[in-house]
């Protein structure tokens, strides 16, 4: 359903068939099967290298060579097999880092009493991010403290996206990840101050690597992730697709818990939208939809049809379909008399031009975005 345009639309293509396959009952599985063994079969030493770059920018790197390793390992490919085990090693290794990391900054913070939650960083698991991210509603100036003290961390220099969503980056001397630390603020311009208030007292325990993480709920995750994809970056990496997808097929949704919640931090439709694009994609490689209810699908502003595959991502279109989703959040903040959030998103335009301009001019938007 989605269009797809790119170098690397190959690469995406056997990545979404490897991680999205079809359900065991689909009489369509033998020969897919044959068509996925034959792609890898196809694929040289440079073919794998963009597959293998592009499970990295999507953060499906485990799963993404796991996926790999099954299909070559049945037909004793001694060459595929070493690249997939090679890459596999290394980003385990990397894991394994990351996460040691993690939680003894967690453990830090519980020290000193500072309440803290791992945001986006764990949803891809066994996968992580690029970077570690945690919130807390710790006054800055003592999480600067803290992770100066503990870790010899040093604020790595803050962009005015940074500053207006009241986030800091620590670099840590042998971590790979730099540490994103969310005070007391979410969203593009730190306006989420309903998800922010409540994401503490509604966190959840999971265990990862016989380590204990407070991670948010089922409804704030998903909402994290849709004021990431639909409000600011206007892409989607894979892994949201297996992630969220993940979640739906699991059952794990309260759909109207979530409608709920969307509603108080004005993005219901973004929401909406967000879960059909993932639906729509995940249809378009197991051949079924997720199970939404008819309210979500009635939400959504726009669909899969609207998003295409560019420059290594699954590209949202932002005129006019995101412009709009701007416009309404504006537009409800403004209403519920939140004046104050709403002067901040009222900047986004703004630094998404100068972050454009930027871009444009020297190649980075670094230091606004």
Same mark, same amino acid.
């Given at each position: 359903?989605?269009?797809?345009?790119?170098?690397?639309?190959?690469?995406?293509?056997?990545?979404?068939?490897?991680?999205?396959?079809?359900?065991?009952?689909?009489?369509?599985?033998?020969?897919?099967?044959?068509?996925?063994?034959?792609?890898?079969?196809?694929?040289?030493?440079?073919?794998?290298?963009?597959?293998?770059?592009?499970?990295?920018?999507?953060?499906?790197?485990?799963?993404?060579?796991?996926?790999?390793?099954? @299909?070559?390992?049945?037909?004793?490919?001694?060459?595929?097999?070493?690249?997939?085990?090679?890459?596999?090693?290394?980003?385990?290794?990397?894991?394994?880092?990351?996460?040691?990391?993690?939680?003894?900054?967690?453990?830090?913070?519980?020290?000193?009493?500072?309440?803290?939650?791992?945001?986006?960083?764990?949803?891809?698991?066994?996968?992580?991010?690029?970077?570690?991210?945690?919130?807390?509603?710790?006054?800055?100036?003592?999480?600067?403290?803290?992770?100066?003290?503990?870790?010899?961390?040093?604020?790595?220099?803050?962009?005015?996206?940074?500053?207006?969503?009241?986030?800091?980056?620590?670099?840590?001397?042998?971590?790979?990840?730099?540490?994103?630390?969310?005070?007391?603020?979410?969203?593009?311009?730190?306006?989420?101050?309903?998800?922010?208030?409540?994401?503490?007292?509604?966190?959840?325990?999971?265990?990862?690597?016989?380590?204990?993480?407070?991670?948010?709920?089922?409804?704030?995750?998903?909402?994290?992730?849709?004021?990431?994809?639909?409000?600011?970056?206007?892409?989607?990496?894979?892994?949201?697709?297996?992630?969220?997808?993940?979640?739906?097929?699991?059952?794990?949704?309260?759909?109207?818990?979530?409608?709920?919640?969307?509603?108080?931090?004005?993005?219901?439709?973004?929401?909406?939208?967000?879960?059909?694009?993932?639906?729509?994609?995940?249809?378009?490689?197991?051949?079924?939809?997720?199970?939404?209810?008819?309210?979500?699908?009635?939400?959504?502003?726009?669909?899969?049809?609207?998003?295409?595959?560019?420059?290594?991502?699954?590209?949202?279109?932002?005129?006019? @379909?995101?412009?709009?989703?701007?416009?309404?959040?504006?537009?409800?903040?403004?209403?519920?008399?939140?004046?104050?959030?709403?002067?901040?998103?009222?900047?986004?335009?703004?630094?998404?031009?100068?972050?454009?301009?930027?871009?444009?001019?020297?190649?980075?938007?670094?230091?606004?975005?």
């Amino acid at each position: 359903m989605l269009r797809t345009e790119s170098i690397s639309n190959r690469s995406m293509t056997l990545l979404s068939r490897l991680l999205i396959p079809l359900p065991a009952t689909s009489a369509q599985l033998t020969g897919e099967a044959v068509a996925i063994k034959q792609e890898i079969r196809n694929l040289d030493r440079i073919g794998f290298e963009d597959l293998h770059a592009l499970a990295c920018s999507n953060h499906v790197v485990v799963r993404g060579m796991e996926a790999f390793l099954a @299909q070559v390992r049945e037909t004793a490919d001694s060459n595929r097999i070493r690249w997939a085990e090679s890459a596999l090693a290394a980003e385990r290794a990397r894991i394994r880092t990351a996460i040691e990391f993690l939680h003894e900054i967690c453990g830090a913070f519980q020290e000193h009493s500072y309440e803290v939650a791992v945001i986006k960083s764990l949803d891809h698991w066994p996968d992580i991010g690029s970077d570690l991210d945690l919130f807390t509603q710790t006054p800055p100036e003592r999480v600067s403290s803290l992770m100066r003290r503990r870790f010899d961390a040093c604020i790595a220099e803050r962009s005015w996206g940074d500053r207006l969503a009241g986030k800091w980056n620590f670099l840590i001397p042998g971590l790979e990840e730099p540490v994103e630390i969310h005070c007391s603020r979410l969203g593009q311009t730190g306006e989420q101050e309903s998800v922010a208030s409540n994401l503490l007292r509604q966190t959840r325990t999971i265990f990862i690597a016989n380590h204990a993480f407070q991670v948010p709920s089922i409804p704030d995750r998903l909402m994290i992730s849709v004021l990431q994809r639909m409000y600011r970056h206007f892409y989607f990496r894979l892994c949201d697709v297996v992630d969220s997808a993940a979640l739906v097929d699991a059952g794990a949704i309260d759909f109207e818990e979530l409608r709920a919640a969307a509603e108080s931090a004005s993005i219901w439709e973004g929401v909406a939208s967000y879960l059909v694009i993932v639906s729509d994609y995940v249809k378009k490689y197991r051949g079924t939809d997720l199970d939404l209810p008819d309210f979500v699908r009635t939400s959504a502003r726009f669909d899969g049809d609207q998003v295409h595959f560019a420059r290594g991502f699954l590209r949202v279109p932002i005129m006019p @379909q995101s412009a709009r989703l701007y416009g309404r959040q504006l537009a409800d903040v403004l209403g519920k008399g939140e004046l104050h959030n709403g002067a901040r998103l009222s900047l986004l335009p703004w630094l998404a031009t100068a972050a454009a301009v930027r871009q444009k001019l020297t190649g980075s938007d670094k230091g606004i975005w």
